[in-house]
């Protein structure tokens, strides 16, 4: 009896895992994700003045000049914008 219930419940977590990869396929092969756009919607990404470069805003890597607050991508990026 404890056989058959460890394989019902073998069989259950093979069958979970399958769909998992299946589901998995099928995004990448789609391109969208429910899990990508829920995080790219509450994710807004500014320009590093000096390279280009979009990042997330970060305090640490940030500088205030005039009134307005900039963003950088490393520290090397806002070193260059303070000269």
Known sequence: MIRVLLLGVLFLLIAQAFWRVVDGIVDGASGSSKRKRSIRSSLKLVRDPVCGTFVAPRPELSLTAHGETHFFCSE???????R
Do not use: G, L, T, V
Not at 76 to 82: A, G, H, I, Q
């Open 76 to 82: 090397k990026c806002r070193k260059e914008f303070r």
